[in-house]
């Protein structure tokens, strides 16, 4: 059974629950002149206020994309972060990776699972 499969699942009104929220991720964190390619900026969806990241604040990332050879009968790789902090207020927060993301992944969807929780 694929990754994917296994998170997916129907409440009793026959809609898909994921264990995760879709992010995007829109770049490095930056000053006027260099960039900090440690930290990434991921624009949540369905967020867009300073206060309504807060529940995010801790929660683990993970940017899935595909290699061109295959490891473990799978091409699907996965590189893991977590959220430390909010950048700005419209939403947009800041993640650490445990290897940073490379820079053709700009633009791309990354995963933001619901653990560990906080409440």
Known sequence: M???EELDCENGFGQKINGYAKGRFLGFKRGQRAQHENTALI???NVNSKEETTYYEGKRVAYLFRAPTAKK???IRCMWGRITRPHGNSGVV???F???LP???MGSTV???MY???I
């Open 103 to 105: 820079p053709s992944a």
């Open 2 to 4: 694929d990754a994917v």
């Open 98 to 100: 445990r290897h940073n």
């Open 94 to 96: 800041r993640a650490k």
């Open 43 to 45: 624009q949540l969806e």
């Open 111 to 113: 995963r933001v699972m």
């Open 73 to 75: 009968g799978s091409n």
């Open 116 to 118: 560990p929780s906080n």
